[in-house]
C-alpha cells in the first residue's frame, strides 16, 4: 500500500507503484474518454490487484473506452487539442513479474526435495502428501498414510499467526 500512489485529474489517471525489485511501475491513462470527479475517485490496494473507482462526471454516462481511442486523439491533435499518452511497457511488467515469482534457490531445492519425494512414493504415500497438505491449508505435509487417513488434518498455523478460514 505504502508503494502505491493514485493521483486523480478530470481527465487523467495516474498509477505508481514501487515493485519489490526497486522498479517503478508508471502508467498514465490521459485523457480520459469522459471527465471523473477527482475528490471523489479512490482506490484500494488488495492482494492480488488494485482497484481504481473514478466518479464520473456525469452520472449514467456511457464509456465505450477507459481513454479517448487512437483516432480520436488523432483527430484532436490535428485540430490543435493537444494529448499526451505515456506508453505502457508489456515486455518490463511481464520481465518483473516473472522476476517476482521465481523460486529462491533454498526454495528451489526444498521443491525438489518434495516433488522427488512425491515422484518416487508408493500410492499410500502419496495420497498422505495430498491429503494431509490440501486438509492442513498447506500447513502440514505428511508422508504417513496411516496417521493421515484416520481423519482430518488440524491445521497448524506458524508460531504467533492465526489461521482464518476460507469463506470469510
Given at each position: 500500500k505504502d508503494a502505491t500512489t493514485v493521483e486523480f485529474e478530470t481527465n487523467s489517471?495516474?498509477?505508481?507503484?514501487?515493485?519489490?525489485?526497486?522498479?517503478?511501475?508508471?502508467y498514465e491513462f490521459e485523457p480520459l474518454q469522459?471527465?471523473?470527479v477527482p475528490k471523489e475517485?479512490?482506490?484500494?490496494?488488495?492482494?492480488t490487484k488494485i482497484e481504481i473507482r473514478m466518479k464520473k462526471a456525469v452520472p449514467g454516462q456511457r464509456?465505450?473506452?477507459?481513454?479517448?481511442?487512437?483516432?480520436?486523439?488523432?483527430?484532436?491533435?490535428?485540430a490543435g487539442l493537444g494529448t499526451s499518452r505515456k506508453g505502457?511497457?508489456?515486455d518490463s511488467i511481464a520481465?518483473?513479474?516473472e522476476r517476482e515469482t521465481k523460486l529462491k534457490?533454498?526454495?528451489?531445492n526444498v521443491n525438489e526435495l518434495f516433488q522427488s519425494i512425491y515422484k518416487d512414493a508408493d500410492e499410500d504415500t502419496r495420497r498422505a502428501m495430498m491429503k494431509s497438505y490440501?486438509?492442513?491449508?498447506?500447513?502440514?505435509?505428511?508422508?504417513?498414510?496411516?496417521?493421515?487417513g484416520k481423519g482430518p488434518v488440524e491445521t497448524l498455523p506458524p508460531v504467533d499467526a492465526v489461521a482464518k478460514p476460507y469463506d470469510r
Open positions: 489517471v495516474s498509477l505508481s507503484i514501487k515493485m519489490a525489485t526497486g522498479s517503478d511501475n508508471n469522459n471527465k471523473i475517485s479512490s482506490f484500494e490496494v488488495l492482494s464509456w465505450e473506452h477507459l481513454e479517448v481511442p487512437d483516432e480520436e486523439q488523432a483527430k484532436n491533435k490535428a505502457v511497457s508489456w520481465a518483473d513479474a534457490p533454498s526454495e528451489q490440501i486438509e492442513s491449508n498447506g500447513t502440514s505435509l505428511s508422508t504417513d498414510w496411516k496417521s493421515v
